[in-house]
């Protein structure tokens, strides 16, 4: 069965600092790697999207890369801020167009502290 | 572009209640989605529609219906709400690439609670 999990399930950073997210994910076949944000009390927004052959994204402050060996994902967020206190979920897809094809990870909710 | 619109935004119900949440699009996508999400559990699929007038039941369809009235409107139904149905419901619309590598838009979501 495909899966995707996420660590730590929550965290706590002072603002300013720096944190690095996982994904690690056993979807076979793979297409992509999708990490969204989302706000409290709203919809998740997509952060970075990466493929099979591309090991790095970066979107700002937030870096994410793919070892597509390991099946394992990361998301760095640097100089935090107070904006990015959200939940993060990692979603994988594999090839083709139907529902089935994205597995969705649980989140992990991060909490900037000023 | 308004995106993903859902109402209402907020619904408190009865146990046995009755009510339909609204979703529309106006990316021109083909395939729209509904979830839901609880604490601890992240997203779980509930029905999709990959067009106009087709429609499949995803994770956890049971307890809800949906219509896809057109290209724009996906609409999901309770018939006779659950306490269990206590959730927060998106709704979300999905472009369809060549290549494969699509994007999900979701929209602000519905808080609903049953008591």
């Known amino acids: 069965k495909n899966q995707v999990e996420q660590s730590p399930q929550s965290l706590i950073i002072l603002e300013g600092k720096n944190c690095t997210l996982q994904c690690n994910y056993t979807v076979s076949p793979f297409s992509n790697l999708r990490w969204y944000k989302q706000d409290t009390g709203r919809g998740p927004v997509s952060l970075t999207i990466m493929t099979f052959s591309e090991n790095t994204k970066s979107n700002g402050r937030y870096t994410a890369t793919l070892d597509a060996d390991t099946k394992q994902s990361s998301l760095h967020i640097t100089a935090s801020q107070l904006s990015d206190s959200a939940s993060y979920i990692c979603?994988?897809?594999?090839?083709?167009?139907?529902?089935?094809?994205?597995?969705f990870g649980k989140g992990t909710m991060l909490l900037v502290s000023p | 572009n308004a995106g993903v619109t859902q109402t209402p935004k907020f619904q408190v119900l009865k146990t046995g209640q009755s009510m339909t949440l609204q979703c529309a699009q106006d990316m021109n996508h083909n395939s729209m989605y509904w979830y839901r999400q609880d604490p601890g559990m992240g997203l779980r699929l509930i029905y999709y529609?990959?067009?106009?007038?087709?429609?499949d039941k995803g994770e956890v369809p049971n307890g809800y219906n949906v219509s896809r009235l057109n290209k724009r409107e996906f609409s999901l139904r309770l018939e006779s709400a659950a306490p269990s149905q206590t959730s927060v419901y998106f709704c979300?619309?999905?472009?369809?690439?060549?290549?494969?590598?699509?994007?999900?838009?979701f929209g602000p979501g519905t808080r609903l609670t049953v008591l």
């Open positions: 529609s990959a067009s106009e007038g087709t429609t």
């Open positions: 979603v994988v897809s594999a090839p083709g167009s139907g529902y089935s094809t994205l597995t």
């Open positions: 979300a619309s999905r472009t369809e690439r060549l290549d494969h590598i699509n994007e999900q838009f």
